[in-house]
């Protein structure tokens, strides 16, 4: 089941860097606005719920969605094994132009934040 990317809530976070907004659930890509980028993020094969993989869709051990407002770097399979350590924070971005700001829940609030 997937669902519309207007109408959901999410948890802004950081992946490699970059502000992103987070999702466990499977968000439809054609109701994500032009301008966004939407990857899938597999978990540990384990089920210890450990993000391992970004790629553009994910079939098997879907851990989540993300969205960000500029692409991410793939290798050329579509493929990025996440580096918990460096690529992955459950933390929005921070840093000297964020400390006022309000954490993102909704695709318009990450729009009028981050969008170009």
Do not use: Q
């Not at 999410?10 to 502000?19: A, H, R």
């Amino acid at each position: 089941m997937t669902f519309n990317a207007m109408t959901e809530h999410y948890e802004e976070i950081t992946v490699c860097g970059k502000p992103a907004l987070f999702t466990s659930i499977r968000i439809k890509r054609d109701t994500i606005p032009d301008g966004l980028y939407a990857y899938d993020v597999r978990h540990d094969d384990e089920c210890r719920g450990i993000p391992c993989e970004i790629a553009p869709f994910v079939m098997v051990n879907h851990w989540g969605t993300i969205i960000l407002a500029e692409p991410l770097d793939l290798p050329d399979d579509g493929r990025r094994y996440i580096d918990e350590d460096t690529d992955w924070n459950y933390a929005p971005l921070d840093g000297e132009d964020t400390a006022n700001h309000k954490p993102c829940t909704t695709i318009s609030d990450f729009m009028t934040a981050y969008a170009h």
